[in-house]
């Protein structure tokens, strides 16, 4: 089972701390690669050891990924863009009725 909104992530933006994720899934949404974070292939072993090598290896990664995590949605506004999205479905679901 996939987390639909992940409070882990969320705290690691508040903290402006890079992310490492799977490809598949919520933190995907909000993950850019080599942006604010690292994304690896979903299911591979391999390639999250290889994601968590490169900041071993490269440990100024972390500061010039974290330069770029923005601060975390507001739960309300995150909550307000998803009513909005299901009375738009709502709206275009009664017109093709």
Same mark, same amino acid.
């Given at each position: 089972?996939?987390?639909?909104?992940?409070?882990?992530?969320?705290? +690691?933006?508040? %903290?402006? =701390?890079?992310? &490492?994720a799977?490809?598949?899934?919520?933190? *995907?949404?909000?993950?850019? $690669?080599?942006?604010?974070?690292l994304?690896?292939?979903?299911?591979?072993?391999? +390639?999250?050891? %290889?994601? =968590?090598?490169? &900041?071993?290896?490269?440990?100024?990664?972390? *500061?010039?990924l974290?330069? $770029?995590?923005?601060?975390?949605?507001?739960?309300?506004?995150?909550?307000?863009?998803i009513?909005? %999205?299901?009375?738009?479905?709502?709206?275009?679901?009664?017109?093709?009725?």
């Open positions: 089972m996939r987390e639909t909104r992940g409070l882990v992530g969320l705290e +690691a933006q508040a %903290a402006r =701390l890079p992310i &490492i799977s490809d598949g899934g919520a933190l *995907s949404e909000y993950v850019q $690669h080599e942006v604010n974070g994304l690896f292939s979903s299911g591979s072993a391999a +390639a999250l050891r %290889a994601a =968590l090598l490169r &900041i071993v290896e490269e440990p100024a990664m972390i *500061s010039r974290s330069s $770029h995590v923005p601060p975390p949605e507001r739960m309300a506004d995150h909550a307000g863009r009513v909005c %999205a299901y009375g738009e479905a709502k709206r275009l679901s009664a017109r093709s009725a």
